[in-house]
């Protein structure tokens, strides 16, 4: 026995920390922590249990045979957030460039198995140069071991990711498939193909940083649901992002303490601009709303005009989905709609009751959308919504227009309460639209034609752009005042704590993808 630690110790040239002195330097001097730093700022202090430290790798070739690396470049175990249980892995770039073979792989998906086991939320901090490349087939079928855990845990338990170092070829599908991505600036990158094979394959010449970089991710592709300026700020975010989740789909969402006051809000009767088409930002109506401080934005670069977010109402979690009239005029489009749609299934996968604001002109017209499929796209925020049994409250609080009326949580899709503003216009389109095409021959004969438009624009606009034909049929529930929409929804969220819906006995729907 002694002999074998020897040599263990012998061919172990790295201290159990990681890489050593020199590599983990190298990590400090890039802006980046160490496996183990990241873990113990994550975790309640203290708390760290560590599973598979004396894990090794298993392969003989190209000389790993000489060394051996407690661990095998990830640090794996649980812990506790806020006193929650909570699983990690977290991948050591010191090592072998953190990359993944079989060892590797088998420690992570343990975590992951005991996570669905014990029902408890898994977040992986990345951290790798990918697939080892001196394992070979064992490195990518650890890959693959992962991919699958993921898939079975998606829905039942949390999964979270950190992009904190390269991440790159199959590698991203991980993180894609877990429920977020948090990116780093400047020290964190994502790509299926990197800057040398995109340089041969289309010519294009781009940087690391410009192809897949936090920033890129965050605004252009989506992929990045969060972003921060450097891993402390981006581990608060993750401790934050666990504050409002529960730790398994079996599990109502933490609540904070809440003792009633006065819920008022007045600005919100001013807030709406009497022009209809002038924008306001929508996120002043959910800060009035919902608890002071207490939101979280998701995807806040990308498809900003839809802003989606948790939240906290009387202390207990919501999820926000509000279309934004200060950007696009708030219209639906391919970006937004699956935007919205992902997170509504997210919420809806976890108990977390969902808060819609209304203000939408539409879905976004032209070639570009229609060519893109739009409709398909679209479609998919339609079913997200229509398939979810969480407590679902909808505010009107100026546009709801056409199918976009339909799609944001109305009645007739299975919201449970839904509240208009006394200036909310519910219709078809817009009055001008509707009397250009209603009223088309009638104004072409008028000798005054521009007279006789604003003429029906208005008479349409009388009998449309209100909420009382929609109120009249019970497709809104009431017509509120908005400095009286907190007292609202807090009443309906409590009405509904209860809530008990389940859907058709199905294997699975089929979502539009
Ligand atoms: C083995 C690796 C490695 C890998 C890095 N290292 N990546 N070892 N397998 N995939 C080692 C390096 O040899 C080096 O060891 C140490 O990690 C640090 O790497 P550096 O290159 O010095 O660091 P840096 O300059 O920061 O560059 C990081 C990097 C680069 C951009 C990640 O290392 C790189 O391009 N690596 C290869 C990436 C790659 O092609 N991976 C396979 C992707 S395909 P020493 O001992 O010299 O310090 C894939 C498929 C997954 O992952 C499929 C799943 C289905």
Redesign the pocket.
Known sequence: MKEHFDTLEAKTTQAQMGGGAERIAAQHKKGKLTARERIDLLLDEGTFQEIGQLVTHRSDNFGLDQQVFLGDGVVTGFGRIDGRLIYVFSQD?TV??G?LAEAHAAKICRIMDLAMQNGAPVIGLNDS??????EGVVS?AG??DIFYRNVRSSGVVPQISAILG?C????V?SPALTDFVMMTEGTSYMFVTGPNVVKTVTHEEVSSEDLGGASTHASKSGVAHFTAPNELDAIRQLRQLISYIPNNCEEEPPALAYSPSDESRPALDSIIPENPNQPYDIREVLNAVIDPDSSMEVHAEYARNMVIGFARVAGRTVGCVANQPATLAGVLDIDASVKAARFVRFCDAFNIPLLVFVDVPGFLPGTDQEWRGIITHGAKLLYAFSEATVPRITVITRKAYGGAYDVMNSKHIGADMNFAWPGAEIAVMGAKGAAEIIFKGEIAKATDQASKLAEKEAEYKQQFANPYEAAARGYVDAVIRPSETRQHIIAALDMLRNKVASLPRKKHGNIPL
């Open positions: 770039f072998l460039g990359s140069g990918g697939a080892r490349i001196q990518l890959y693959a390269p790159a070829g199959g590698a599908y």
